[in-house]
């Protein structure tokens, strides 16, 4: 149980297009999604909340019209980074919390984004 | 303030038992948890302590809490070679937040 799925594992795009990643909770709702960001050999560093049916909510320096999310179903949530470029290069990783749960958040396998 | 740490490297040889430390500062969290990382992957959840126990036994791992000291650890009994991987621990605060703060993560080595 509590399987997360993220779409696309690995993406290589180039500069100034805007890149679409999936997160889905497979065998529960959830109701709070959150979107990581991990730089090489380096911790997990939340970029956003997002909840069900409402506006996301960025972290300090994290740029919404940058990283756009929606969390249009109780099962998927998606981050779109607009515009990338090369900085925007980087493991992305979704993780759910169950509507019935308390606290505990089940990852995704995460993203590699590559922007050229 | 928020932070988590945690030494970065610890390497074990195989069958012996690996002790991985975490320490925080906020005392406000109301879970710990540990999550494995392998090479390319997302994380696994391990285990995770509520912040009103002292311990927590599951299986091969033993999770200890010293609220006091602001200490987690994380004891893998009987290493193997598939325990090799990133060890992070995490804190988590509920009331509608739920935040996790991870720290920088350990990376286990196990040789033969």
């Known amino acids: 149980g509590a399987v997360v799925s993220q779409h696309p594992s690995r993406v290589i795009c180039k500069s100034g297009t805007s890149v679409k990643i999936e997160c889905r909770s497979l065998?529960?709702?959830?109701?709070?999604m959150f979107w990581y960001r991990q730089f090489p050999k380096k911790s997990l560093m939340l970029m956003a909340t997002?909840?069900?049916?409402?506006?996301?909510?960025?972290e300090q320096g994290v740029e919404k019209d940058k990283f756009l999310i929606n969390h249009a179903s109780l099962t998927l949530s998606t981050l779109t980074v607009t515009s990338a470029h090369p900085e925007d290069s980087s493991f992305y990783i979704c993780?759910?919390?169950?509507?019935?749960?308390?606290?505990?958040?089940?990852f995704g396998p995460g993203t590699r984004l590559t922007v050229l | 303030g928020e932070d988590v740490e945690q030494s970065l490297f610890l390497s074990v040889r195989e069958g012996d038992s690996s002790v991985i430390n975490c320490t925080y500062t906020d005392s406000s969290s109301t879970y710990l948890y540990w999550y494995k990382q392998e090479p390319g992957a997302g994380l696994q959840l391990l285990t995770y302590?509520?912040?009103?126990?002292d311990m927590k036994q599951d299986q091969r791992l033993t999770v200890l809490l010293n609220k006091k000291d602001k200490h987690l650890s994380l004891r893998i009994a009987d290493t193997q070679t598939g325990d090799s991987a990133i060890y992070f621990c995490a804190e988590g605060f509920s009331g509608g937040y739920n935040k996790l703060i991870f720290g920088a993560g350990t990376r286990l080595a196990v040789h033969p």
């Open positions: 065998d529960f709702q959830a109701t709070t």
């Open positions: 997002s909840n069900e049916g409402s506006k996301a909510t960025y």
């Open positions: 993780s759910a919390r169950a509507t019935s749960s308390t606290d505990t958040q089940y």
């Open positions: 302590i509520f912040s009103n126990m």
